[in-house]
């Protein structure tokens, strides 16, 4: 039984997989102002919100089959080990640089993604996702050296929200043309692809059960840590997708493939320890404090 409701033909059509993705995306738009707007008002609460934009990068393997580009995370940054989108904040380039973007005078950026955007969003939405494509971008090259005019940009996804980080991530998805000089920044070990085809077979999906320190687990009210993941393996051996960047790709696939997630068995489970710097300083701090409000909460 296939998980998606497309023919999978449709993935060796670079053309025709990027038309879909254009029009699913526009067919079902982001929540980009509608998050903004609640951010605001709990931010007149007293709630302090952190805000990323982040790319979902696609590219086409020279047997013609596609896939997603992801980041290592290196020694070097908090989260060390883990498989992230290109990303990080807003900064006062990326505004400037996103109104002429959503103004569509930006040289740097291309795509039908743009059009697309401007109908499904509107003004006041595309001109909020303008700002995290540009930041997407502008991360991207720095992390990884790639140009901004390699990207094809085909559209944005629904906002992901980190509730224990007050975190909200903008994702948006552009398909890379050509190659590009690959030079990757301290804060990135290497890059990571992963076939389309790897969220397609249900044989990769695992259960990690993660070993946490003690306060950790205190902080959050429960024994054990068990997420689901993507476990593929990399000329470099394996390699385990879960958490944030997870979600956002099934989403993706969801929207644009009509992808089912699959039941995973309770016994497909992989142990996986936490590195001693992977909970450091104040990501430590601010991931506790989001835990034990997610308990009073509940």
Sequence with gaps: MSLISVHPNILKQPDAFSDLIIRRLEEHPHDFLERQNIIREESKKGARFA?????????????????VVLTKRSAHVVQPGDLSFPGGHVSRRDHYH???????ISPLVR????????????????????????????EAWEETGLPHRSVSY???LPAYGLTSFRRVIYPSVGMLRGRWPITINWEVEKLVHIGVDSFLDEQNYHWID???????KEASGRDQWRFPA???????G????????FHVILSFLYIVLGLS??????????????????????????????????????
């Design 154 to 156: 085909l559209g944005s």
């Design 98 to 104: 996103g109104a002429l973007v959503s103004r569509g």
């Design 230 to 236: 993507l476990v593929v393996n990399d000329h470099d």
């Design 111 to 138: 795509g039908r993604g743009l059009s697309a955007g401007r109908r499904s969003a509107g003004r006041r939405g595309f001109r909020i996702a303008a700002d995290y494509l540009a930041t997407a971008l502008r």
């Design 210 to 216: 993660f070993a946490v320190p003690d306060d950790i």
């Design 51 to 67: 805000t990323s934009g982040v790319l979902m990068l696609l590219r086409y393997t020279e047997s013609g089959d596609p896939e």
């Design 238 to 245: 394996r390699e385990i997708l879960w958490g944030a960047t």
């Design 261 to 298: 997630f699959p039941d995973i068995p309770k016994d497909r489970l992989i142990t996986k320890n936490i590195p001693d710097n992977y909970f450091t300083g104040g990501f430590k701090k601010s991931f506790t404090e989001g835990l034990k409000r997610e308990r009073e909460n509940s």
